[in-house]
Nanobody, 119 residues
């Protein structure tokens, strides 16, 4: 099994910044991607950003230019630097890890960390 521990959420004013961290532990053998998703109040979970084992990144249009995803492969940790935060960024942010091979891979999710942006 793989455990994901998220940290860094909190309350911030609009225009402020937060940095989320997600550390993976357990039976890690071949990480394909790590990423962040979020679920705003009353809405479905949505992709925020992902990063592959080779370092390729992908962002939701709503966060491009404001958020930066990065990783420390040695620590199996992924980060999300969030700048210029807006009230609409308020959500529970979840870390996700995918590992395995093309024909057999598995997703793991963290428990989520609350980010609240006040206006």
């Amino acid at each position: 099994q793989v455990q994901l521990e998220e940290s860094g959420g909190g309350l911030v004013q609009a225009g402020g910044s937060l940095r989320l961290s997600c550390a993976a532990a357990g039976s890690i053998f071949r990480i394909n991607t790590m990423g962040w998703y979020r679920q705003p109040p009353g809405k479905q979970r949505e992709l925020v950003a992902t990063i592959t084992s080779s370092g390729s990144t992908n962002y939701a249009d709503s966060v491009k230019g404001r958020y930066t995803i990065s990783r420390d492969s040695a620590k199996n940790t992924v980060y999300l630097q969030m700048n210029s935060l807006k009230p609409e960024d308020t959500a529970v942010y979840y870390c996700k890890l995918n590992q395995g091979w093309l024909t057999r891979s598995a997703d793991y999710w963290g428990q989520g960390t609350q980010v609240t942006v006040s206006s």
